[in-house]
């Protein structure tokens, strides 16, 4: 399963709706809103993703 890197959903590769190529990597999208937001700002995304997981659990 790839990720989509702009809501974290997992998109199955075979049936994502979108996919857009950026520096020699294929990513997938849940939907082509999410494509538009990555391409506007793909770095946001790839950075927030490559920040690790450690971020996101402050709800406990
Ligand atoms: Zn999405």
């Known amino acids: 399963m790839a990720i989509d890197?702009?809501?974290k959903m997992k998109v199955d590769p075979e049936k994502a709706a979108v996919k857009a190529e950026y520096q020699g990597?294929?990513?997938?999208?849940?939907a082509p809103g999410?494509?538009?937001a990555f391409e506007k700002k793909p770095k946001k995304y790839l950075e927030e993703a490559d920040e690790g997981e450690g971020h996101h659990h402050h709800g406990r």
């Open 5 to 7: 890197p702009v809501c």
């Open 25 to 30: 990597q294929t990513y997938y999208f849940c």
């Open 34 to 36: 999410c494509k538009v």
